[in-house]
């Protein structure tokens, strides 16, 4: 038996994961939006190793955001406001420029929210896409909309290539695990919705208190 991470993906699980996400009040549970990206980065892990930089940096952040949770404080790390709440009127977020916080949960999960977006482009792209569609053309449209204006040069470079690498629209519906094409173009637009809202809420919350540019 291996790590979770190397557990087969399946889709449905993703979905089922943020459908946990929001609570009745549309606050957003940091324990389930967590476990989709434990989800999505199985899937990633699968498509190989040119991947394993993302997936490492992407670990590293739930790893952050897992230790909050576990930690002394880990009551106040159940829903992203509430974490949001207590960071702030502790001093626990370095607002401006790097300094004693280097790891918050707000400027971690801040990484996690750009990614989501680009993950929402993607899908969306994915989910529309004709037969002859090429995943790497639709990875990296939905790249250069979102993600990459927080990259350096070197990063975008990197992940350039890595989407070059990305298999075809067959095999890609394929590791998707939920059978044929047009179960998989349905189950995108069920999970898309859901993606969005956790988004939009966030979003919401980052803008209201001026926290969408943490260092
Ligand atoms: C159902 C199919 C969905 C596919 C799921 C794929 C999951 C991808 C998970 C990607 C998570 C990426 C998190 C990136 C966070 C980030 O922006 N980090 C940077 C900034 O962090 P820092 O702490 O320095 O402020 C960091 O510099 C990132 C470095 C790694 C490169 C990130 C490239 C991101 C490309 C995203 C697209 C993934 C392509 C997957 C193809 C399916």
């Known amino acids: 038996a291996g790590t979770e991470e190397d557990q087969k993906f399946c889709l449905q699980e993703v979905l089922d994961t943020f459908k946990l996400c929001l609570s009745?009040?549309?606050?957003?549970?940091?324990?389930?939006?967590?476990?989709?990206?434990?989800?999505?980065?199985?899937?990633?892990?699968?498509?190989g190793s040119v991947f394993g930089f993302i997936s490492k940096?992407?670990?590293?952040?739930?790893?952050?955001?897992?230790?909050?949770?576990?930690?002394?404080?880990?009551?106040?790390?159940?829903?992203?406001?509430?974490m949001v709440t207590y960071e702030l009127e502790n001093d626990l977020v370095d607002l401006t420029k790097r300094g004693s916080h280097p790891e918050s949960g707000c400027r971690t999960l801040?990484?996690?929210?750009?990614?989501?977006?680009?993950?929402?482009?993607?899908?969306?792209?994915?989910?529309?896409?004709?037969?002859?569609?090429?995943?790497?053309?639709?990875?990296?449209?939905?790249?250069?909309?979102?993600?990459?204006?927080?990259?350096?040069?070197v990063v975008r470079k990197a992940a350039g290539m890595a989407f070059c690498m990305l298999p075809g629209r067959p095999a890609f519906f394929e590791v998707m695990n939920v059978g044929p094409a047009e179960q998989v173009v349905a189950k995108l637009g069920e999970a898309?919705?859901?993606?969005?809202?956790?988004?939009?809420?966030?979003?919401?919350?980052?803008?209201?208190?001026?926290?969408m540019d943490l260092p």
């Open 110 to 153: 801040l990484r996690l929210h750009r990614a989501l977006r680009w993950l929402e482009l993607f899908l969306e792209r994915l989910r529309t896409s004709s037969e002859e569609g090429k995943t790497s053309v639709m990875c990296s449209e939905a790249y250069n909309e979102s993600l990459s204006q927080f990259h350096p040069w």
């Open 24 to 47: 009745e009040n549309k606050e957003v549970y940091l324990e389930h939006y967590v476990a989709g990206w434990r989800g999505l980065i199985k899937f990633l892990n699968s498509l």
């Open 57 to 82: 940096d992407a670990v590293n952040k739930i790893h952050i955001l897992v230790t909050l949770l576990n930690g002394e404080s880990g009551s106040q790390y159940v829903t992203v406001q509430s």
């Open 192 to 211: 898309l919705p859901l993606i969005s809202e956790v988004y939009q809420i966030t979003e919401e919350l980052y803008t209201r208190q001026s926290l």
